[in-house]
Each structure stands twice: as C-alpha cells, then as structure tokens.
C-alpha cells in the first residue's frame, strides 16, 4: 500500500542538494518510493513531485499532469516515473509561465523554460526512454530536475515583481486573465 510522505519546504537543507544516481531500480525501497510519491503528489493536488520533496535524496520524479484546483489547465497524463533523467537537447525558445511548488506554499512565480525538451530518463521497470516534452509538461520536467540539483524555482525568478500570492493567483485564473 501507498504512503502518504511528508512534504519538507523551502529552508530545509536537504532541497539544497545535488540527488544521487539511482543504481538498483529494482530495490524495494526505491519502488516503494516511486509509489508512495505519486499517491502524495495526487493527494498535494500538484503535477508534479520530486524524491528530495520528501527527504528522499534520489534523482527520481513523478511527472503527474492533470487538470486540478493548483492547475486547472493543465493536460491529462498517466503518471509517470523518470528515474535519473535528463535533458538530452533544448529548444531556443524560453517562455514564461506561472509555476508553484508543493515545497512553497503560498507563492507563485512566473518562470522562464524552453518551449521544449528532449529527455532521456529510465522507467521504474528500468527501460530507458527518450521522449521530446513541449509546454505545460516540458515545464514541469524541468521544474523537477531542478529539485535533483538542488534548484527552486524561486531561483530562477527574473524578478521579484514575477512572485505572487497562492490567493492572486487563484483570482487571475478565477478572471481567465
Ligand atoms: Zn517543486
């Protein structure tokens, strides 16, 4: 059965640091994470998690799009693991859009992103897997391999004027603006 993990916030240590390589996907511990962690992202209502979230320093994320009360635009997907990703190549292009995190409560910030990318990653039955992302999701990748450097979108902000409330946010998205 699925645990529900607790989700540790900015100002821990431990979101500061560089995840390690994942060896043995097989291990129980790392498949049980796998699954702990896409229940706690369903349950956070977010898109996305990252296993240094929970205290688990791996380089290992769920990527979990879904239309829900923090995004309710985003696309539907299964829910799917990327063990020891990475991005292979990158588009030019860079576009701002709103982000949040399960680990800053309270605070959204437009974030500059490629367009798109294209990853490499292995999957929890530990076949690697190429795929090209675009958009909301290329968004969300990248988001989560930063959590595996030790990055928080915070850090990427261009300008604190590009940080607002949870509260804001809901009232923009409320007006469709
Ligand atoms: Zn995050």
Redesign the pocket.
Known sequence: MAELMPIIQLGNPILRQKAAWVDNIQDAHIQNLIDDLTATVAKAN?V???AP?VAASYRLFIVASRPNLRYPHAPVMEPTAMINPRIVAHATEIVKGW??????PGIRGLVPRYQAVEVAYTDRNGKLQKQELTDFVARIFQ??H??LDGI??VDRLENSLDMITEDEYQKRIANNT
């Open positions: 977010g996305g998690i990252a979230q982000e949040g995190c399960l680990s800053v988001h989560e930063d959590h928080v979108f």
